[in-house]
């Protein structure tokens, strides 16, 4: 391995730079990702540098002193098969030491992670396409309001630890982005957010209490997309969430495997009708 190569935290720009490389890989995350990424935990972001040439990076987010989740995990083409690779896991995973860590795998590199003592818990696929219906529901979804303390309670409820830093600044109203939460009798019955990506727009977070709350969320929120493509990554399992995306008219365009390395979180996968993110969980 090159002697000039090290591993280091990123500095201010290298995350935009390195989710370039993930629009390269086709991941498509969103315009404006890197705002919430690094609020969620500004020391879980990590590159590997020649000199000063940003050559690999990864993330491993810390939510609470007991989860993780692993993610850009990413060598520039131009510099793979050098060793570099190992050395930036090597460098992430020691900064998530004591917790479980997540982090949802592409298929061509869920043996790799198996070896590194990751076991899947469940597929996620990726469903795409132009709306073409929005489904119908007894419900009304409101666009979220500046208070939201009852939005992040219910977002603990659904995901492995309390993360109020990132879904306040995920749910921030900002040029092409939008949040949405549905009530019934006063409570929160659900909530989304959809965001514009390189390519079209993807609604994540869509946490519901049930297939009537997630439809409408996906009604209020689908038509922001303005007839551009829209995606949601679903949990196999949720076997609801998959008729709804399919009666909007989107289908299967890519999958991944959610895997943990320690005590997998219990996770109610009925009310994830759209994981939030592939790179922060």
């Known amino acids: 391995m090159n002697s000039e190569f090290a591993v280091r935290p990123m500095r201010p720009g290298e995350l935009e730079l390195v989710l370039e490389w993930a629009r390269q890989e086709g991941w498509n995350p969103g315009l ?9 935990d500004p020391s879980g972001f990590f590159v590997g540098v020649l000199g000063e040439v940003p050559v690999g990076s990864i993330s491993v987010v810390k939510y609470g002193d007991d989860f993780a989740f692993l993610g ?17 896991w090597n460098a992430g995973m020691a900064s998530a030491e004591g917790r479980s860590i997540g982090l949802d795998g592409v298929t061509g590199q869920q043996a790799n992670y198996r070896k590194a003592g990751f076991e899947e818990a469940y597929k996620t696929i990726r469903y795409g396409g132009v709306v073409a219906a929005l489904p119908q529901s007894t419900l009304v979804a409101h666009a979220v309001s500046d208070k939201l303390d009852g939005l992040l309670r219910y977002d603990a409820t659904i995901f492995p630890a ?29 909530y989304g957010t959809i965001r514009r990506c390189y390519e079209g727009y993807k609604i994540g977070p869509l946490f519901a209490a049930d297939a009537d709350s997630a439809a409408a969320l996906l009604a209020t929120l689908a038509p922001v997309a303005g007839g551009r493509p829209v995606f949601i990554d679903i949990p196999s399992d949720n076997t609801g ?8 008219g989107l289908a299967p365009v890519f999958e991944t495997a959610r895997m943990y390395r320690g005590a ?18």
């Open 32 to 40: 404006d990702d890197s705002l919430a990424f690094q609020d969620a």
């Open 72 to 88: 850009l995990y990413i060598v520039h083409p131009d510099f793979r098969g050098k060793g570099y690779g190992k050395a930036i």
């Open 162 to 190: 309390p993360r109020p830093t990132f879904v306040t600044s995920w749910c921030a109203a900002r040029k092409d982005r939008r949040t949405a939460i549905v009530r019934k009798s006063g409570k929160i019955r659900g």
């Open 241 to 248: 969430a998959i008729a709804l995306a399919e009666g909007m």
């Open 264 to 281: 997998a979180p219990v996770m109610p996968l009925r009310n994830i009708f759209g994981v939030t993110t592939l790179e922060l969980g």
